[in-house]
């Protein structure tokens, strides 16, 4: 026989300083996960909108006040004894120094210190997304090398990251990675098969992406040191990418695309109910362009990706 265990909504605030570092307190030791580090927050009373639970929370825990938040991620995770659905926001304008209200500890950490950290194990997707680009530039087909480095050469780094679709396999593959490597540009490689996956030892590929049919052919997650995407068309596609642990999913088609006229888009109400409580940290691809980030945010996904909008040469790129 199962036990339903108590089920509650928290909020918690990704608070990012204007150095860029994420503010975290740590859970006094006698409270459920206990002893961890935390995004600060807690639990949301009924009827309460999450933003005005939010600020209520850091002016009780950090007094700071009038937070400013908006959506960034919700997990909904299983605890042995309780079931959590966390509402991430982020947190960019406030007022007073965030301080332990509460005698907890409080520190500002670097986003690449992260990972390292010991968190409760809800947390995982969320402190993933948080290294991640807002944007995912997908390297047009057919370009050539010149073509292509020149592109890279042109990417904002610190905000777009990069889908190498077609070059995984290709000779000039170590000098492409060579040169993201020295523009700072997190690059995704095209894993055409798990077992080719599990054979990649190339140095400073920040992600694998298997696409769709890979996917499902896949019977674990690849044996790969960095992290691991997939291409998700369907709500199964996306419990398949979770169950076997992936860090993220790229959600298409949101809209009518150009490469792809004859799918019938999502829109984001279908993509936002697949995503929501996922742990996977999803950018929404297909018709969408950089404009589309607060929507994304809205409906759950963490970023946007493309072609057309998004490689610097063939449409505005964000500023
Ligand atoms: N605030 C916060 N809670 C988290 C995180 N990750 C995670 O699993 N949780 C869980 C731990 C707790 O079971 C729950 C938050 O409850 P809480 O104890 O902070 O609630 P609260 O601030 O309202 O505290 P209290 O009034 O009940 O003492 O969510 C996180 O990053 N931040
Ligand atoms: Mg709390």
Redesign the pocket.
Known sequence: MTVATPA?T?V?AIIRGNDGRICLSR?PDH???GGRW??????VEPGEPLSAALAR?LEE?LGMQAAISSPFMTIA?QYQD?H?T?HFRDVTAWQGEPSGCEGQQVNWFEIPELPALE??A??RPVVTAITLPDYLAIAPDNLDLEALKAGIGRLDAARIGLYLRQWSEHAALPEILALCREKGVKVWLRASSAAWAEQLSLQGVFALHMPGSVLMDCQGRPDFAGLVSAACHSREALEKAADLGLDMALVSPVEVTASHPDRPPLGWQQAGEWITGLPLACYGLGGVSPADLETARQYGAIGVAGIRAFWPGSAPVPV
Do not use: D, S
Not at 38 to 43: A, M, R
């Open positions: 509650i928290v918690a859970r409270k459920h996960q935390e995004f600060p927050g807690g639990k929370e825990e995770h309780l959590v966390l968190f409760p809800a947390n």
